[in-house]
């Protein structure tokens, strides 16, 4: 019943920008935490950013201010907007939502998150 479908991946030369859609239902979106995570081939699924209310936080030590996630509560979307992308972000995009966590920050563990998109491909090429 809850299900959450991501869009906007694709190939992207370097220095371009994709922005990606979280479209989600089954749920009250606005009680959520939206979650963006990424993993490559051979690499551990890594936390980009997420949003609650009115905050966001983001890996710092890879978005450095190239990212930026946001989030309509009226259209039950979250967005990941990247700019100035790199081969180096090629990767499987995903959108989870968690509705709980332990930690007193926002959830940056993907066990922290109940649903679970499948995925989109963002490939940068050199």
């Known amino acids: 019943q809850v299900h959450l479908v991501e869009s906007g991946g694709g190939l992207v030369q370097a220095g371009g920008s994709l922005r990606l859609s979280c479209a989600v239902s089954?749920?009250?979106?606005?009680?959520?935490?939206m979650g963006w995570f990424r993993q490559a081939p051979g690499k551990e699924r890594e936390f980009v950013a997420v949003?609650?209310?009115?905050?966001?936080?983001d890996n710092t030590n890879f978005v450095k201010g190239r990212f930026t996630a946001s989030r309509d509560n009226a259209k039950n979307t979250a967005y990941l907007q990247m700019n100035s992308l790199k081969p180096e972000d090629t990767a499987v995009y995903s959108c989870?939502?968690?509705?709980?966590?332990?930690?007193?920050?926002?959830?940056?563990?993907?066990?922290?998150?109940?649903?679970w998109g499948q995925g989109t491909q963002v490939t940068v090429s050199s």
């Open positions: 989870a939502a968690a509705r709980s966590w332990t930690t007193q920050t926002l959830p940056r563990s993907p066990g922290e998150y109940d649903y």
């Open positions: 089954g749920l009250t979106f606005s009680r959520y935490a």
């Open positions: 949003t609650w209310r009115d905050i966001t936080i």
